[in-house]
């Protein structure tokens, strides 16, 4: 993807980095102060954690530390 868009392989994994780390690594703080209910929070991330695999994946095989 990627590629197609014109961005190298190493920005698409700094840019990702960028966005994992701003919404996977603050969701559940932030789901939790705006008065989500715990259940939901636990589906959403489980989701989120999930439909991400595959790039966190990527990112480990190709050296970027998570």
């Known amino acids: 993807m990627a590629e197609i868009g014109g961005i190298s392989a ?3 994994r700094e840019i990702y980095g960028q966005v994992e780390a701003e919404t996977l690594g603050g ?3 932030a789901a939790t102060q ?3 209910p715990a ?4 589906y959403w991330e489980k989701e ?3 439909q991400t695999q595959q790039l966190r994946d990527n990112a480990k095989a190709t050296g ?3």
Do not use: F, L, P
């Open 10 to 12: 190493r920005m698409a």
């Open 27 to 29: 969701w559940r703080a």
């Open 34 to 36: 705006a008065g989500v």
């Open 39 to 42: 259940a939901m929070i636990a």
């Open 48 to 50: 989120m954690i999930q």
């Open 64 to 66: 970027r530390k998570n």
